[in-house]
């Protein structure tokens, strides 16, 4: 039975109150079992719809109005000027019309480019948000207020924070796997722990840009010792670390050497196994593009996820880019749709198959949108005020488009919704309510949503 949730301020004040060292008296048995094993399963705030996050990052900003944000009068109006609504505006130019056409698809008539047609058969699951807006028009500040829901400050990321309030579900993987991460947008602050103990931060696998294939966690397995004489090894050092911490009382910092030893220790002989296609039917990998060129490094980040899910991974990141298409964006960005639909794809319908998709909940987006406008004759802008993101299975509606830009797609008008909406969207469909979702740092309480208070669970997408 998971532990129930218990705050680290909980723990802080109870420990004032001289409860004690690790074993608070006054908690109980399964309180105290949540604090000495911090990754354990944890009770969500209330009936939750999915158990498990994959989260598909398009690193550079996916042009919407040539993805999944249906303009029409863009085509209509090519080539008109697009005046400024201020001296930085940089929407303003000549109206470019995409270069794909839209089908509506499905039973839901669900509009999608036609750069993604494998992605256009999965329509009726899918989820549109056409409204998102974020605070600022570049990288690595709307790259981090979508992973952290803050850019000014280093903070833990959402996988960490779903990590902390639920727990894992395998004591024997991480519960936040990050696949191919960025290098640079906040590097690894996007799965970082922030000022939350260290095991709850994510396990990198491979790196953006390089060849998911082969690709493990560093320093994973250990060539010159038995598997029998690093367990005794490790009890020497583990030894030494509870004897510092109990004359410390408490260290954020060394309960996350304590339980990260331990849990690399069982990583050694439960990751392989998963990373490891082999058992895998060839049918599976032809679904999800894996052996064709274009498509082989994210379908086997796809594959993976899935496989880390099946497995009992809580928060599984995976990453492209490039996507900021300034230009040559008909030839850049289809090469990008190219790389991503078949994997996508494959990957709702096979955990569809599997029965997964109910509560998983899949999401894919980047940190912003582009201009409608042309940036040159073949390249967009930047555009925060307005872009697209979607979701599927996890108690979302499906076949559904919400929210809406301007006829051009230059802002969002319609059902606006705010990256601190959405991440409060998305605690809300694992149990979490964003508001007791809280952790006592620097004499206040933080949340991922932010300090003001005015973020929203997005209701009209939720089944």
Known sequence: MPAPFLTRRDMLQSASAGFGL??????????????????????????????????????????????????????????????????SDRARGKLLPSPWGFTPCGESGLPISDVYPHLQKQADDICLINSMYTDVPNHPQAFLMMHTGEFRFARPSMGAWVLYGLGSENANLPGFVSINPPVNLGGAQNYASGFLPAIFQGTAIGREGGNVRGATIGNIDCQHLTPEQQRRQLDLVQSLNHDLLARKQQDARLDGVIESYELAFRMQTALPSVLDFSDEQQATLDLYGIGDKGSDNFGRQCLMARRLAESGVRFIEICHGNWDQHGNLKESLGRNAMATDQPMAGLLADLKQRDMLKDTLVIWGGEFGRTPTGQGDNGRNHNATGYSMWLAGGGVKSGLRFGATDEFGKAAVEDKVHPHDLQATILHLLGLDHDKLTYYYGGRDYRLTGIAGDARVVDGIIA
């Open 22 to 87: 690790l074993a608070f008296a006054g908690l109980s048995s399964q309180a105290r079992a949540a604090y000495e094993s911090p990754l354990a399963a944890k009770a969500p705030h209330f009936a939750p719809r999915a158990k498990r996050v994959i989260m598909m990052s398009m690193r550079g900003g996916p042009s919407h109005v040539d993805t999944f944000d249906y303009k029409p009068a863009l085509a209509k109006s090519a080539g008109m000027e697009l005046s400024a609504n201020g001296p």
